[in-house]
């Protein structure tokens, strides 16, 4: 099939990729023109394994293309995928939809025969209504379908989460696109994806009602751990424990930092928006928000009191800064709340990241990034264990920080405790224990 997809951010490019390897031709449109001048040459402009082999192979068998014509590139194909970025508006909470009617405005100028319109960035329910009234302006009745077919893959995760989704949601009011869409999928249905077709309205509101429901478990989570650690319980035997009725599941039952990324703090307010513009109160969800925005004070109340409130001048050496491992992404990860609270209180840090450098910290006093573990690590007073990079999982710390009594708080729950103990390495985790 001949698809076009609008946008290169992390969900269209990704998509794009995939469909492609799945023996599409895709063209790959941003007006980006640096971005695609990049990508033509092999070069990918976000951190994702495995991707740039699959651009590479994909461009060299002709089956992807990129460029920044996106009238002819719609006109060449029969699917488009409207992959631009819904992010929180400047003011209030509800997503900012002006790159989507944006692209809407353009596709109305460029439709010269029947196309499927497929929203696949994060969109809040009625926007595929809103897109429907824009193309209709111009007289292209019976030229177009619009449908909703929300992308659910992880960053760090996406190849794999695109060619083994658990589902494929396609919200469409016409027979004829969830046809069309179901061929489309079909090499995901046969490996085992459930494919459930719904009204386009479900299917915008699935994709929220998704986000907002993993978000809530996590943060769910996260304030039991706060429970166990006044009365001295292990959060991980919790998460087992629960996790192991299928009714809960295990995954996403992890204690850790606030959650962040480009998806769950934008997705959570979304949809408090929507749910206040339909006279519906998600005070759950908006609960979980202001409890995860806590989660960082929280947090780093702990780093004062393993400190003994005595910040300045102690060095802290940061492992992983970004949201979450496997991705170079910092958009709301906590990092950006705590490194410039203990900067600001005099503390030098170090900071180490397998994705580098991170321009977000440029501005801080004291606040300097370490180019290997080594240099992080050595001569510090607290290492702070910040993402769940394999990176990190297994560090020798006494053989690493030859100079000082070490302490060391994992905020992923990475190590045990006993072991740490044996050592003796003063060690303090998430949800296990007050100490
Ligand atoms: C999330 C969803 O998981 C995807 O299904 C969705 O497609 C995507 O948003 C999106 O809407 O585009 P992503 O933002 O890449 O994916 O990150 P996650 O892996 O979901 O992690 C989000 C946050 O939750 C991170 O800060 C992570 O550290 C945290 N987390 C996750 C936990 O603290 N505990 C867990 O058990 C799992």
Redesign the pocket.
């Known amino acids: 099939m001949k698809l076009c997809m609008i946008g290169t951010g ?2 269209g490019l990704v998509s794009g990729v995939c469909f492609s390897d799945l023996g599409n031709q895709v063209i790959c449109v941003d007006k980006d023109i640096k971005k695609i001048n990049k990508l033509k040459n092999g070069i990918i402009p976000i951190y994702e394994p495995g991707l740039e082999e699959l651009v590479k192979k994909n461009t060299k068998n002709k089956r992807l293309s990129f460029s920044n014509d996106l009238k002819n590139s719609v006109k060449k194909s029969d699917i488009i995928f409207i992959c631009v970025g819904t992010p929180t508006k400047k003011r209030g909470s509800s997503a900012d939809l002006s790159q989507i009617y944006g692209v809407a405005k353009d596709l109305s100028k460029s439709i010269n025969k029947f196309k499927i319109i497929i929203t696949k960035s ?1 969109v809040p329910v009625t926007t595929g209504d809103e897109i429907e009234k824009i193309l209709s302006k111009k007289n292209l009745s019976k030229k177009f379908s619009v449908v909703s077919n ?9 190849i794999r ?1 695109f060619i083994f989704p658990d589902r494929v949601i396609v919200g469409s009011n016409d027979k004829r696109s969830n046809k069309i869409l179901k061929n489309l999928y079909s090499p995901l249905i046969a490996k085992g994806a459930k494919y459930v077709h719904t009204s386009r309205r479900a299917a915008e509101l699935i ?1 929220y009602a ?2 907002a429901f ?2 809530t ?2 943060t769910f ?2 304030e039991i751990a706060n429970l166990c650690e006044k009365i001295n319980i292990n959060i991980d035997d919790i998460s087992i424990g629960m996790g192991l009725d299928q009714r809960i599941g295990s ?14 703090p934008k ?1 959570t307010k979304a949809i408090t928006s929507t749910g206040d513009k339909f006279h519906t109160n998600l005070s759950v969800i908006k609960s979980v928000i202001r409890s995860n925005e806590n989660r960082s004070k929280l947090l780093l109340n702990r780093v004062y009191k393993i400190l003994n409130n005595k910040i300045r001048n102690k060095t802290i050496s940061f492992l992983g800064v970004t ?3 496997n ?1 170079d ?1 910092m958009r709301d ?2 990092s950006l709340v705590m490194i410039p609270d203990l900067s600001k209180r005099g503390a030098i840090i170090k900071y180490y990241d397998p994705t580098g450098y991170k321009k977000e910290f440029e501005k801080l006093s004291n606040v300097s990034f370490a180019d290997s573990l080594i240099k992080c690590l050595d001569k510090t007073d607290l290492v702070i264990i910040h ?2 990079w394999n990176d990190f999982k297994s560090l020798d710390f006494k053989k690493l920080n030859k100079n000082k009594k070490i302490i060391i708080f994992d905020m992923r729950n990475l190590y045990s405790p006993q072991k740490m103990t044996k050592k003796n390495i003063k060690y303090l985790s998430v949800g296990r224990g007050s100490k």
């Open positions: 992390y969900v994060t929300p992308e659910f893959l992880r960053e760090g995760e996406a989460d994709k998704s986000n993993l978000a478990k996590i989570i996260n995954r996403f039952l992890r204690a850790g930092p606030a959650y962040g990324g480009s998806c769950f997705d949201f979450k491992a991705t992404d990860s906590s993402t769940e």
